[in-house]
Structures are given as structure tokens and as C-alpha cells.
């Protein structure tokens, strides 16, 4: 069986998967490429797009959103992107202006971003040795080839991860001791000019909600009112491949609808665009009574179409590199929805700062390395006002509790914040709490597995030399100098993929290299020295 696809018109755009790498091309063909957008099918496997940009939930069930991606001003592609997207809740406006209006207006200064044993740390010194400073230096100044697969910790001294830098480093982007030296190095070059402000994360932008209602929401809407095709449901299990000389071309995708093979045949100049692995594939949610399951069987398509395509050449990247280390890439969030305020007040207190205003809060001692983050209210595009939502996540989720002594992994939406009600010292008024909220747990095995130790090779480029009708992008495509984890990268995919697929005499958005300024430089080395 086949379904009917436009093919009266020059050439057709298939995006496999609804992330934002697609999102995002998508945009770009309409823009820069002028491909009509009637022309481009997006297909995803899951019956709602936005990818890792997620946010759902009501205020009878709880609110969930997997996770969060942190803005800044050096985040060029992406602002790029949303300079020309309709904001949802003012059309008049972009969601670029909406994000400089709504941060200029609620301002990043944490009080409160390191907590032990309840009380709030002064992490205004970073708490360095100088081996310490002689090995951040030497890094930065290594090539990634020295590098090689290290592990951050084959470079630092063990000191080194008890530092109040790594304690917000760490906590701030989700790295492990075990990860990857050269990302971590892309980091810190990447993030040089954050180093000042890095106790108080006054550089971070915020979006006004969740980023699914203020991101990935208006861009869907834009691009279907533009003529977009979304084709939800559509799982693509394969890619079929010809030979021309000395390169291969993708004439067909297989994919599954409803339980039936289908496939789609492409015409000659047809393109094909692909988002290969995914940082939240088989997620798990449990409950208030409930722990998450740990899913390993790759139940959700992306890696296993990775692993497809991987097959039929070299080019194509490794994926068993990143989808086969779970217990060096897993940790685990949690969102609670609160009936009421008096967590929150309790909170603005504690750490001097009104939701919105404070950013991370590390609990140090905590033997999962737990952090929440209190967002402005409301978070939710009609969220009610009585109701308030905050984040937090482990980093350890196989470590028990300080007070349920339980694996976070084994732990109910019920332990979770009992045992985070207990770090902060809310004893009292602990019962009450429980009584007024919902905490849903997600496990994620693969979150952070674009961080995992890798070789030159093991992300395929972009756009493969070996074909020039298929891209890679997302989040497991290399790109040079620029850090995973982040909307940027994939973003800035999306715009490599669409100039080198269509020959256009046009390079992606330019990338922000602080490490290129001396003040930058300057100002990094004196907060070295704090």
C-alpha cells in the first residue's frame, strides 16, 4: 500500500521526525529555499510533534515536561529561527521579541544555587586549586584529537568534581565525571563568557512558558498554516538506497502506519532529511504511587532507524556508541503540579527569590544530585492561578535517597518529594504538601547520551560526501566547535542540512565565540582565581 504524495510540482522535502531539527528545516526550506510548503512532509511516529520540546498535562492530572533547554544570547541560530515565527499568544510580535520582552521583565539572579544539609552555600568562589586552573587551561588549549575518547575524569584530579564549579557545571548542563573530554571542552569554549555570572546564572534567557507552548507551538503553527504537511503516526523503519558511481541515493522510506508496512517512492531530486538517535526515546512516566520503568528494548523507532541506515555505509555514523551505554547516560526528572501556592512561597523564603528569578537549586548533599527549578508562573498556556508547577531532576538515580532509602529509580511521585521536602527542612508542613500536589517521575535511559565518550566518526556529518539527497540532523550529527543538549545545535543542523542540500551560496547563522574575546578571556581568568 502507498499514500499519495504531491508530486506535480519540482521537488518534494521529507523531515523524518517532529523534533525541532525538522521543525526547524522545515522553516528554512520555506525561507532561504523557497521550496513551497505543500511540498514538505514531516513524519513522526508519535501523534503529536515537538520532540524533546515537550510540555503537556492539566491541572487534574499534573503537568509534565521531560526536561528543559536553557537560552542565551549566544544561542544565534535559534534566535535567528524565531525572528520571523508569529508569537501564539500576541500574532503581532515574534517569539523572539516575546523572549527579550519577557526577560527583560523577569531577570535571572539566583540567591539560592547550591544548597547542603539546608542551608543556601556562598559558591561566589569556584573553590579551584591551582592544578585545578593548570588542567582547565591545558584542556582548553588541547586539540580534540589529544583528546581523543577521554573521559573528563582521565583529566581532572578527583578534587577537582568537589569544586563548587563542577557542583553548577555539572548541574547546569547534566554533565557526568564519565562523559566525554572533548564536549566538555566544547563547553567551556562555548560557554567561556558564562564563567562570571555562573553562581548566579543572571546570563540565562528564559521562554514566558514551558518551551512546547512558547517554542515548539507557535513553529507548528506556522508552519501549518503555511501548507506544511504533518503526517503523525508515521513510524519510518528504513531507508532504501541506489547506487549512481560513486554515490548512494535514497529512493524509498519504509515506514509503519497503523500496523502495515508502507513505503514511499521518491522522485529523482526528492531530499530527505533525517533526525537519527533521540535523547528522549522510551521515556517512562510513573505516578504519585508509582515508579517510571526503565525501558532498554528500544521500543520507540529513532535508534533502531539509526542503526538501519548505519548499515549500508560508514559515512552513516555509529549509533551503538550512544544507545548501548544506558547506565552512563540515564537519569531522571520529575514535574509537580501544586493545588495552591505554599510551596512556592515557601520556597521564595528559603532561597530569597520569586519563582522565575532564581534558576537552578542544587541540593549538594542529596545522594541523587537533585535539582528543581521553580519557572515564572503560569507555565502552562492556561494554566490556572491557583496552580503552580516546578522541575527538578537526579543525576544519580540509582543511588538511595538521604532520607527514603530507595533508588530514585524505585521512588513513587510520592517519595520524590518526600525526600526533597525533607533536604529542604519542610518538615513541618510536609503532610500538607503532599496532600496539595502531583509528582510524576520520568526515567530517561538515553538523555544525556550525546555526552557519552565517542571517536572522529561515530556522528555522521551532516550531509554525507558519500550522498546528496539525504541529511543528518539533530543532536547526533556532528557539528564542529558547537555543544550538543542544546536547541542551538539542532537548529544550527537544520540550517547546514537545508544550505547543502539546495546548493545555496549560504552559510549557517555564525557561531558566538566568546573565547575569541579578550575581555571575555580576561573576566573568565579573574573568576578562575575567586
Known sequence: MKDSFNSNRHRNVYLVGGGIASLASAAYFIRDGHIPANQIYILEEL????????????????????????????????????????????????????????????????????????????????GFSNQDRLDLIEMMAASEDHLGNKRIDQWFEPAFFETNFWYMWDTMFAFQ????????????????????????????????????????????????????????GYQVTDLNFIESGEQIFVDRIHYLKDEINQQIQLKEDDLVLVTIGSMTADSSLGSMHSAPKLITDKKDGSWKLWENIAKVSPEFGRPFVFDSRVGESKWESFTVTFQGTTFFELMEEFSGNSAGTGGLVTFKSSNWLMSILLAYQPHYIGQPENVTVFWGYGLFPDNKGNFVHKKMADCTGEEIMTELL?????????????????????????????????????????????????????????????????????????????????????????????????????????????
Not at 89 to 108: A, C, G, M, R, W
Not at 188 to 193: E, G, V
Not at 442 to 454: A, D, E, G, N, V
Open 47 to 126: 501523534d503529536i510533534a515537538g520532540g524533546s520540546l515537550d510540555g503537556s498535562g492539566s491541572p487534574e492530572s499534573g503537568y509534565v515536561m521531560r526536561g528543559g533547554r536553557m537560552l542565551n544570547f549566544s544561542c544565534l541560530c535559534t534566535y535567528d529561527l524565531f525572528s520571523f515565527i508569529p508569537s501564539l499568544t500576541n500574532p503581532t510580535i515574534t517569539v523572539l521579541d516575546e523572549i527579550k520582552d519577557f526577560n527583560h521583565k523577569v531577570k535571572t539572579h539566583s540567591l539560592a544555587r547550591v544548597v547542603e544539609n539546608g542551608e543556601i552555600l556562598d559558591v561566589s568562589s569556584m
Open 177 to 232: 565525571p564519565w562523559h566525554s573530554a572533548v564536549e566538555f571542552k566544547r563547553y567551556l569554549h562555548r560557554f567561556i563568557h558564562e564563567f562570571v555570572r555562573i553562581n548566579t546564572l543572571a546570563g540565562v534567557d528564559r521562554t514566558p512558558y514551558n518551551q512546547f507552548d512558547s517554542l515548539a507551538k507557535p513553529l507548528i503553527k506556522w508552519l501549518k498554516d503555511n501548507g506544511v504537511n504533518f503526517l503523525m
Open 422 to 530: 525533607s533536604h529542604l527542612k519542610f518538615d513541618a508542613v510536609r503532610e500538607q504538601l503532599l496532600k496539595e500536589c502531583i509528582c510524576i517521575p520520568c526515567m530517561l535511559p538515553y538523555i544525556t547520551s550525546q555526552f557519552l565518550t565517542r571517536e572522529p566518526g561515530d556522528r555522521p556529518q551532516v550531509v554525507p560526501e558519500i550522498t546528496s539527497n539525504l541529511a543528518f540532523i539533530g543532536q547526533f550529527a556532528e557539528v564542529p566547535e558547537d555543544v550538543v543538549f542544546t536547541v542551538e545545535y539542532s537548529v544550527r543542523t537544520a540550517q547546514t542540512a537545508v544550505y547543502k542540500l539546495l546548493n545555496m551560496d549560504k552559510e549557517p547563522t555564525p557561531m558566538y565565540h566568546g573565547d575569541h574575546h579578550p575581555g571575555v578571556l580576561f573576566d573568565a581568568m579573574k573568576t578562575m582565581l575567586r
